[in-house]
T-cell receptor
Framework: DAGVIQSPRHEVTEMGQEVTLRCKPISGHDYLFWYRQTMMRGLELLIY????????DSGMPEDRFSAKMPNASFSTLKIQPSEPRDSAVYFC?????????????FGQGTRLTVV | GESVGLHLPTLSVQEGDNSIINCAYSNSASDYFIWYKQESGKGPQFIIDIRSNMDKRQGQRVTVLLNKTVKHLSLQIAATQPGDSAVYFCAENNYTGTASKLTFGTGTRLQVTL
């Protein structure tokens, strides 16, 4: 397996534009997580899915953020409209085969810069 | 104005020496703990985990110790190598019965000197 795949690796956009980050989890994993990493706040959990259903989105900062998982092999994190303070590295991770209390495999991340 | 970012504690260790990285966690109900390693430009990578019913677990060159009394976790790396240079995060998991949340610490930067 190629691991968790995220795209794009880097994204630079202007304030006000819509940004869509993509993630392909490891095949067979039941849980998918979206994290944000900044120097100010470290690694923060934004939302996670179990079997494509959002379970906990309490970490999503604002209504400008939304996440979907239309099927077991794909998830998106959308920011609309984007703001400079959204600049961060966004990680997707997956875990499971039925277990959440196990190691999570992280993607390489998407570095988002909003100017 | 200038923003204030996280000041990562840094541990400098000479190659071949043992490293000990410490972590204090916040929730006494946390039932599962993980150590992750993050190299520059990469995502966190799992190192070792431990459940709350254990106080020690060993892997290859790594040992995790859990002290629930003082809510303290440590990662010991034996014979530290240059490739061990990275930021290390501890994470605690709290399962509420309907949802589970993994909370990461702020991290410690390990620098291995030759």
């Amino acid at each position: 397996d190629a691991g968790v795949i995220q795209s794009p690796r880097h994204e630079v956009t202007e304030m006000g534009q819509e940004v869509t980050l993509r993630c392909k989890p490891i095949s067979g994993h039941d849980y998918l997580f979206w994290y944000r990493q900044t120097m100010m706040r470290g690694l923060e959990l934004l939302i996670y899915f179990n079997n494509n259903v959002p379970i906990d989105d309490s970490g999503m900062p604002e209504d400008r953020f939304s996440a979907k998982m239309p099927n077991a092999s794909f998830s998106t994190l959308k920011i609309q409209p984007s703001e400079p303070r959204d600049s961060a590295v966004y990680f997707c991770a997956s875990t499971g085969e039925g277990q959440i209390n196990t190691e999570a495999f992280f993607g390489q991340g998407t570095r988002l810069t909003v100017v | 104005g200038e923003s204030v970012g996280l000041h990562l504690p840094t541990l400098s260790v000479q190659e071949g020496d043992n490293s000990i990285i410490n972590c204090a966690y916040s929730n006494s109900a946390s039932d599962y703990f993980i150590w992750y390693k993050q190299e520059s430009g990469k995502g966190p990578q799992f190192i070792i985990d431990i459940r709350s019913n254990m106080d020690k677990r060993q892997g290859q060159r790594v040992t995790v110790l859990l002290n629930k009394t003082v809510k303290h976790l440590s990662l010991q790396i034996a014979a530290t190598q240059p490739g061990d240079s990275a930021v290390y995060f501890c994470a605690e998991n709290n399962y509420t019965g309907t949802a589970s949340k993994l909370t990461f610490g702020t991290g410690t930067r390990l620098q291995v000197t030759l």
